[in-house]
């Protein structure tokens, strides 16, 4: 009796979730038989996903797991075959209701694929936990990937409810669909391809792919039509501080595009030394606090999550380099956008990647997951640090 429980409770969670959308949505404008179907929908594409996987597993016996297959081997099967598949099923779970007349607000777009996702996040943590029924760490895994499945599939559905008038994918939808594919592939490497001490690298994406879905919401919220009431949780959301505070989305990408003007590479190249300069400093802070605190770097085991204290004492003196760097950069240059300071922080984190390749390729796992929460810290520093004229 308790082995039933331990698989099918957690795996009730994200039905709990979409109850919740459910209650808080307009129910006038999505019915909610049309968000159940698609929540069915994406159950449905995970059994179909799981069985493929399955079938690709046997022929060419690759894995998720880097225990069973190797790093390569484990990263080649991810990044070629499952999160594609995975995030093209969710695509297909939210076709139906996409081309339909119930799919007519921006907003529209990160509701059903959230449906979708919660769906098929149902199906994959009850067969996840059921083949696994000894050990916490697996129910933390599931729980781990939940949100995860919601942001991928909120990535490319932002592209939907900007299209939401044509029916048609907008041009936009192929990048998002690809970057949600390469997240997930990252991602789910660090939950279910490594050791439970990788689960400290999903902190950071985790960070950015909500920061995103709220830059996501409150951009689809201002293309929706004024007389349209949109639902009362995203009015909720968008009351809060978090969300009403920081610039809009349309406004960093107009603090980060010049036109009419060359960009200035010389600040552009001189960030990025300034940029890998902050990074040494603050490595060198974390090595000589973690000195002081008598912390032993050398206990580090991905297979043990009470040892990645040091790693992310080591992360957070790398990232608090960025938003210096940044703010720094913008100072100096005194240019009008943050298109240098960005363009430098991404010409050092691909440096620090490329060097990372040669020399600890293990390490360069960590460092992907790392790098967007790193750039968004940048251009945080620079947004503050920019001229106000």
Same mark, same amino acid.
């Given at each position: 009796?308790?082995?039933?429980?331990?698989?099918?409770?957690?795996?009730?969670?994200?039905? $709990?979730l979409l109850l919740l959308v459910l209650y808080y949505?307009?129910?006038?404008?999505?019915?909610?038989? /049309?968000?159940?179907?698609?929540?069915?929908?994406?159950?449905?594409?995970?059994?179909?996903?799981?069985?493929?996987?399955?079938? @690709?597993?046997?022929?060419?016996?690759?894995?998720?797991?880097?225990?069973?297959?190797?790093?390569? *081997?484990?990263?080649?099967? #991810?990044?070629?075959?499952?999160?594609?598949?995975?995030?093209?099923?969710?695509?297909?779970?939210?076709?139906p209701v996409f081309r339909s007349r119930y799919f007519?607000?921006?907003?529209?777009? $990160?509701?059903?694929?959230?449906? =979708?996702?919660?769906?098929?996040?149902?199906?994959?943590?009850?067969?996840? $936990?059921?083949?696994?029924? /000894?050990?916490?760490?697996?129910?933390?895994?599931?729980?781990?990937?939940?949100?995860?499945?919601?942001?991928?599939?909120?990535?490319? *559905?932002?592209?939907?409810?900007? =299209?939401?008038?044509?029916?048609?994918?907008?041009?936009?939808?192929?990048?998002?669909?690809?970057?949600?594919?390469? /997240?997930?592939?990252?991602?789910?490497?660090? !939950?279910?391809?490594?050791?439970?001490?990788?689960?400290?690298?999903?902190?950071?994406?985790?960070?950015?792919?909500?920061? @995103?879905?709220?830059? @996501?919401? &409150?951009?689809?919220?201002?293309?929706?039509? &004024?007389?349209?009431?949109?639902?009362?949780?995203?009015? &909720?959301?968008?009351?809060?501080?978090?969300?009403?505070?920081?610039?809009? #989305?349309?406004? %960093?990408?107009?603090?980060?595009?010049?036109?009419?003007?060359?960009?200035?590479? &010389?600040?552009?190249?001189?960030?990025?030394? !300034?940029?890998?300069?902050?990074?040494?400093?603050?490595? *060198?802070?974390?090595?000589?606090?973690?000195?002081?605190?008598? !912390?032993?770097?050398? %206990?580090?085991?991905?297979?043990?999550?009470?040892?990645? =204290?040091?790693?992310?004492?080591?992360?957070?003196?790398?990232?608090?380099?960025?938003?210096?760097?940044?703010?720094?950069? =913008?100072?100096?240059?005194? #240019?009008?956008?943050?298109?240098?300071?960005? #363009?430098?922080?991404?010409?050092?984190?691909?440096?620090?990647?490329?060097?990372?390749?040669?020399?600890?390729?293990?390490?360069?796992?960590?460092?992907?997951?790392?790098?967007?929460?790193?750039?968004?810290?940048?251009? @945080?520093?620079?947004?503050?640090?920019?001229?106000?004229?």
């Amino acid at each position: 009796m308790l082995g039933w429980i331990r698989w099918i409770g957690p795996s009730l969670v994200p039905v $709990l979730l979409l109850l919740l959308v459910l209650y808080y949505s307009d129910r006038r404008k999505e019915p909610p038989w /049309v968000v159940l179907s698609t929540f069915v929908l994406g159950g449905v594409a995970k059994g179909v996903t799981t069985y493929m996987e399955l079938r @690709a597993s046997a022929w060419t016996g690759l894995e998720m797991s880097v225990q069973s297959a190797g790093t390569a *081997g484990s990263l080649l099967f #991810l990044f070629g075959f499952v999160a594609p598949i995975r995030e093209a099923a969710k695509v297909a779970a939210t076709w139906p209701v996409f081309r339909s007349r119930y799919f007519g607000e921006p907003l529209d777009g $990160l509701l059903y694929p959230t449906a =979708a996702a919660l769906g098929f996040a149902t199906i994959e943590n009850a067969l996840t $936990l059921r083949a696994h029924p /000894v050990g916490w760490i697996w129910i933390l895994r599931t729980l781990v990937a939940l949100p995860a499945h919601v942001f991928f599939a909120c990535a490319w *559905g932002y592209a939907l409810g900007r =299209a939401k008038r044509i029916k048609r994918p907008g041009a936009i939808f192929p990048a998002a669909w690809f970057v949600a594919t390469a /997240v997930h592939g990252l991602y789910m490497h660090l !939950v279910y391809g490594r050791g439970p001490g990788a689960l400290v690298g999903t902190i950071p994406l985790l960070l950015a792919m909500g920061v @995103a879905t709220i830059f @996501a919401i &409150r951009e689809l919220k201002a293309r929706a039509d &004024r007389s349209s009431r949109a639902s009362m949780i995203l009015e &909720r959301v968008s009351s809060l501080y978090v969300v009403s505070s920081p610039p809009s #989305l349309g406004t %960093v990408r107009e603090a980060l595009r010049r036109e009419g003007q060359p960009i200035t590479f &010389r600040w552009v190249l001189f960030g990025a030394l !300034v940029t890998i300069g902050a990074m040494t400093v603050g490595l *060198g802070l974390s090595i000589a606090f973690g000195h002081w605190a008598h !912390v032993d770097f050398s %206990v580090v085991d991905e297979h043990d999550v009470s040892t990645t =204290a040091p790693v992310a004492l080591l992360g957070a003196g790398i990232l608090l380099a960025f938003p210096v760097s940044g703010y720094l950069i =913008a100072r100096a240059s005194n #240019l009008p956008t943050m298109l240098e300071p960005a #363009l430098a922080s991404g010409l050092a984190i691909l440096i620090t990647l490329v060097l990372l390749g040669f020399a600890a390729p293990v390490a360069l796992v960590f460092a992907l997951a790392f790098s967007p929460i790193a750039w968004a810290l940048a251009c @945080a520093g620079a947004w503050v640090g920019r001229p106000t004229s």
